[in-house]
DNA sequence: TCAATACTTGCATATTTGCGCAAATGTGCT
DNA sequence: AGCACATTTGCGCAAATATGCAAGTATTGA
């Protein structure tokens, strides 16, 4: 059983665990961010075409951009009809935000960490 | 003055302040992660040479992660000697994803979330 | 049924990125 | 000075990525 213990924000974790790479860089591309930020923002779940004003860039490149999003579990979708809907998945991206910082904060000088693999090939 | 107000951990912030790509895309390799993760656990600061134990990769491809994440603030680096002691940037890190959860959690639905501009050519 | 609308996907292209190797630089030691 | 060790940097290559355009798939509405 690996040293954890109760964090800040009263959950269990390893910091392994948050530590995605997939998830970062999906936020790592300024288009993406825009998207997310115009999302954060948003009333209520937006269309591709409503998201697309925010960057310029073709529709078929954002519609990419909210897929690889979608993948990454930084937003939600939902088809309506012929258009989808896609919102910012709020609570499983704050929580990942503060589950890290409390896991950073939580690591003791002795669990090894070992890298998450899902990189290139070589 | 755009709307905000006090976030849960007492500081003011501005949404797109957090959303640096540069940040997300320094984090967002596994081999990166990898490091940042063997220097959150580290007792003290490390050596180029030390972190290079954590993943695979040649010790120059180290040097160059370290200085990416280096120039993303996510770590920081101290010359000793013929050697340089590279540590995590722990309270500008937690602090950064904290702030960036704060700021999400106080976005309202009326500040235009302008895109941050840093990535390629068009 | 037909046309318009909304979105996704295949493809080609330009750019970026991660990598190893070798050379360069910097520093300590004898 | 001469040498070993630590780190950085130039270079070339292969893989990944972002993007636009055009074609494909749904779905709505006349």
């Known amino acids: 059983m690996t040293a954890q213990r109760k ?6 974790e390893t910091l392994t665990a948050w530590l995605r790479p ?4 999906a936020l790592g591309d300024p288009n993406r961010l825009a998207i997310v930020a115009r999302l954060a ?13 925010c960057c310029g860039v073709h ?12 993948a990454a579990g930084v937003v939600a979708a939902e088809k309506i009809g012929r258009e989808v809907r896609y919102r910012l998945n709020l609570s499983d991206l704050t929580g990942a935000l503060r589950g890290l910082a409390d896991a950073i904060d939580a690591c003791e000088p ?3 960490c070992n890298p998450p693999r899902e990189g290139r090939k070589k």
């Open 41 to 53: 923002c948003a009333a209520k779940p937006m269309t591709v075409s409503e998201v697309g004003g």
């Open 110 to 112: 002795s669990e090894l």
């Open 22 to 25: 997939g998830w970062f860089k």
């Open 59 to 70: 529709i078929s490149g954002v519609s990419r951009h909210l897929a690889l999003l979608r």
């Open 7 to 12: 964090s800040r924000s009263g959950r269990m």
